[in-house]
């Protein structure tokens, strides 16, 4: 995790009703401006990745104040209250795009068509417009190879891949869509591209990804890494999300870092 790769920093993991104790983790309410005040001014922090959020696009629509509140007002609590040489690490989302640009880089304008991808684009544009040191990495699907318990007891539905691959490596049989496409990220590389930009002053926004293929051919891909055999256990479905697809130019993450994601 990345907790582990950057413990000789001695981090401080922040999450709200926790599973779990850890030593280097405290249960927190980052909605509440007094709170985020609170721990930045005792652990004076001098990077902060700021992962938190609520992603589900769906579960935005149908609670658009906790979306609101759970977005857009944790970005502005950290944001007001950040030391001035702090650097901040943002998670943000493809969601910001309606899929209707075939190849959309960094300068691409915005033009979201939910609320989530709404929220986010807010969120960069107040980090754009208080900070100088950032990285806002506008990422799409993010998985592992297997379901991992989410330390918090809030957090939402998901890693449907990792739960997939793990029906699969039983044996069972999974209905995977086979015309959404996206541009996946395996949470390992993302922690090595976090490695990298803690210390790095090239500050700005980066698209992040693997080429864009749909949910049936990544798993297909991720089922040959592990290995699992798949004896006809994979079923390709038909999905109605949108977009259908949602490309992302990586260009210029490639090029700064030296990386490609697969």
Same mark, same amino acid.
């Not at 582990?4 to 249960?27: E, F, H, M, Q």
């Not at 899929?99 to 609320?115: A, I, K, L, Q």
């Not at 040191?133 to 998901?158: M, T």
């Given at each position: 995790?990345?907790?582990? *790769?950057? +413990?000789?920093? $001695?981090?401080? %993991?922040? /999450?709200?009703?926790?599973?779990? &104790? !850890?030593?280097?983790?405290?249960? @927190? ?35 658009? *104040?906790? +979306?609101?509140? $759970?977005?857009? %007002?944790? /970005?502005?609590?950290?944001?007001? &209250? !950040?030391?001035?040489?702090?650097? @901040? ?174």
């Amino acid at each position: 995790t990345l907790m582990d *790769k950057i +413990a000789a920093l $001695s981090p401080i %993991g922040v /999450t709200y009703k926790p599973k779990k &104790n !850890l030593s280097n983790l405290i249960s @927190l309410d980052l909605r509440g401006e007094e709170n985020v005040k609170e721990v930045i001014n005792y652990y004076k922090p001098r990077v902060i990745f700021h992962l938190a959020a609520l992603t589900n696009p769906e579960v935005n629509e149908n609670n658009k *104040k906790l +979306a609101k509140e $759970s977005n857009l %007002g944790i /970005t502005r609590n950290i944001v007001q &209250n !950040l030391p001035k040489d702090c650097h @901040l690490i943002y998670h943000s989302t493809d969601k910001i795009w309606n899929g209707s640009n075939s190849f959309p880089d960094e300068e691409t304008e915005p033009n979201p068509d939910n609320y989530h991808g709404e929220l986010k684009v807010q969120c960069e544009n107040l980090i754009k417009q208080n900070l100088e040191k950032y990285h806002i990495l506008r990422l799409s699907v993010i998985h592992s190879y297997s379901y991992k318990e989410p330390i918090s007891g809030l957090a939402g539905p998901g890693q449907f891949i990792e739960k997939t691959l793990d029906k699969l490596s039983r044996g069972e049989k999974a209905e995977v869509f086979s015309n959404i496409k996206r541009c996946f990220t395996k949470k390992e590389e993302l922690v090595d591209l976090h490695l990298q930009i803690l210390d790095d002053t090239n500050f700005g926004i980066y698209n992040v990804g693997s080429p864009m293929k749909s949910y049936l051919k990544r798993i297909e891909q991720l089922s040959q890494d592990l290995p699992i055999k798949l004896n006809n256990n994979l079923i390709a479905d038909k999905g109605k999300v949108e977009p259908i697809e949602q490309n992302l130019n990586t260009a210029k993450v490639e090029k700064t870092f030296k990386i490609k994601f697969t």
